[in-house]
T-cell receptor, first 112, second 117 residues
Framework: KQEVTQIPAALSVPEGENLVLNCSFT??????LQWFRQDHGKGLTSLLL?????REQTSGRLNASLDKSSGRSTLYIAASQPGDSATYLC???????????FGKGTKLSVIP | GAVVSQHPSRVICKSGTSVKIECRSL??????MFWYRQFPKQSLMLMAT?????????EQGVEKDKFLINHASLTLSTLTVTSAHPEDSSFYIC?????????????FGSGTRLTVV
């Protein structure tokens, strides 16, 4: 069964810290992996999309890496801010599917 | 970039009534639309996949007669929750592959918070 796992489920850090969110997937045959942000009660905002041929993608203070062989992706957030507080979801598009498989998310709280 | 507009963002309805949720692709044609449901503190769960001009495909355990999906045009897909009950209260989100197809990321609607009282 193809699954996406995110650990930890929740994370609390003081403002200014750098942090890493983890995502693992059970099948290395993926087309791409996407990171989303979801504010409470809101829809998803796409943050970064990494194709299977890529190792990382960067946008501002965010950097996402992909290691297909080990089935892992990380989202690195530099110099965290209270406005970064949200739930972060990763989703994989497996080659045998046209639907995204989501992790359960990591709820991030950045304390001022 | 590709934008999916979802309405309403929030709806409260009485038990037994029906609610329609719309998702429109604003600047691209969405031949496929995915409908998700999210219960509190849980991840998104795929409910069904709608394809323009054909019947929707429902995931196991999702009642097709209760969650009616219509995808009559390339820019509009609707989800109707029929005879809603309190257990249907949830957050519903639609999503479509962006321009370029499945390999190029997905665009999500802003979600609909349904509360059935």
């Amino acid at each position: 069964k193809q699954e996406v796992t995110q650990i930890p489920a929740a994370l609390s850090v003081p403002e200014g810290e750098n942090l890493v969110l983890n995502c693992s997937f059970t099948d290395s045959a993926i087309y791409n992996l996407q990171w989303f942000r979801q504010d409470h009660g809101k829809g998803l905002t796409s943050l970064l999309l990494i194709q299977s041929s890529q190792r990382e993608q960067t946008s501002g203070r965010l950097n996402a890496s992909l290691d297909k062989s080990s089935g892992r992706s990380t989202l690195y957030i530099a110099a965290s801010q209270p406005g970064d507080s949200a739930t972060y979801l990763c989703a994989a598009l497996f080659e045998t599917s046209d639907q995204l498989t989501f992790g359960k998310g990591t709820k991030l709280s950045v304390i001022p | 970039g590709a934008v999916v507009s979802q309405h309403p963002s929030r709806v409260i309805c009485k038990s037994g009534t029906s609610v329609k949720i719309e998702c429109r692709s604003l600047d691209f044609q969405a031949t496929t639309m995915f409908w998700y449901r999210q219960f509190p503190k849980q991840s998104l769960m795929l409910m069904a996949t709608s394809n323009e001009g054909s019947k929707a495909t429902y995931e196991q355990g999702v009642e097709k007669d209760k969650f009616l999906i219509n995808h009559a045009s390339l820019t509009l897909s609707t989800l109707t929750v029929t005879s809603a009950h309190p257990e249907d209260s949830s957050f519903y989100i639609c999503s479509a592959p962006g321009t370029g197809g499945f390999n190029y990321g997905y665009t999500f609607g802003s979600g609909t918070r349904l509360t059935v009282v």
